[in-house]
């Protein structure tokens, strides 16, 4: 109870009318002497405490046999409200401090530093919120899982979401592109990565490398912003490539087999010559 309590102080009740509410949801049509005495207000301060969360709307009085009895509002409705009253505020809020705050100048924007799993979560999770035409991810399960929430409501706002999802996992939101080459990407990547980039305005990439500290970086930058996003779009072009023709590609034309193999393989880097060494 204590945890409820404390959450609902948050909410901006103070600690005696989260005690009461929730004393009247426990106990319904309690009476203010009830919900003292089961609350731990004390009796002098109740009918005070049960004034104020009827003015909130959070208490109904009932009149029954000459004694008032209470009803508390359900709490799907509760949190309705309060989820309607404080989405209202912070659109307000930020409308107002848009107008207090200058575009920034395109030579100014940076590319910032990221450190830390939950860092990088969270950037990522913001952006995807305020996406509203399209998003592109490039992920591994373990990173594009505790972003599903916001890639969800994204889309049913009518974000378009596209999703390049590399290692053994599925998910259920957007249009999914399965990476096969999991050992390459991990191998020639030194680890995990993520990657989201949303309407052409903002992206962040982060990377994930195995036994060592999580970094990554941030920006509104359009060079950056554009070469992010290029990358996850090249990736899923060649698995749209893969997935339409890798029947043509392993039979018939030997240069076709070639081509598979091709795509398949262990590119080398730039500028070397030769088989790389394995």
């Known amino acids: 109870m204590n945890e409820v309590v404390a959450n609902l102080q948050k909410l901006g009740l103070s600690q005696y009318e989260s005690r009461a509410y929730v004393a009247a949801l426990r106990h319904p049509h309690a009476t203010a002497y009830e919900l003292a005495r089961d609350s731990g207000i004390p009796p002098s301060k109740i009918y005070e405490v049960v004034d104020r969360l009827q003015a909130k709307e959070l208490l109904t009085a009932v009149e029954e046999q000459g004694h008032s009895r209470y009803a508390a509002l359900r709490p799907e409705e509760a949190t309705a409200r309060y989820r309607r009253s404080y989405g209202e505020i912070l659109d307000t809020v930020d409308e107002q401090l848009q107008?207090?705050?200058?575009?920034?100048?395109?030579k100014d924007v940076q590319v910032r530093n990221l450190s830390g799993f939950d860092e990088l979560l969270s950037r990522a999770g913001t952006i995807a919120s305020s996406a509203t035409e399209e998003i592109y991810v490039a992920a591994w399960?373990?990173?594009?899982?505790?972003?599903?929430?916001?890639?969800?409501?994204?889309?049913e706002r009518g974000v378009a979401v596209a999703i390049c999802l590399y290692g053994r996992g599925t998910t259920a939101v957007g249009t999914v592109f399965c990476h096969e080459t999991e050992a390459l990407t991990m191998r020639e990547g030194g680890?995990?990565?993520?990657?989201?980039?949303?309407?052409?305005?903002?992206?962040?990439?982060?990377?994930?490398?195995?036994?060592?500290g999580v970094s990554g970086q941030w920006s509104r930058n359009p060079g950056f912003v554009r070469m992010i996003k290029d990358y996850v779009r090249d990736d899923i072009w060649i698995i749209q490539v893969m997935e339409r023709f890798e029947e043509l590609m392993t039979q018939g034309n030997p240069a076709n087999r070639d081509l598979k193999e091709l795509l398949d393989s262990d590119?080398?880097?730039?500028?070397?010559?030769?088989?790389?060494?394995?």
Do not use: Y
């Open 267 to 278: 590119l080398p880097m730039i500028g070397t010559r030769g088989p790389k060494a394995v």
């Open 141 to 155: 399960p373990e990173e594009l899982g505790p972003l599903e929430d916001d890639l969800r409501a994204a889309e």
């Open 99 to 106: 107008r207090l705050s200058p575009p920034p100048d395109e």
């Open 191 to 212: 680890g995990r990565r993520l990657i989201l980039v949303a309407d052409d305005q903002e992206a962040v990439l982060g990377h994930f490398p195995p036994g060592e």
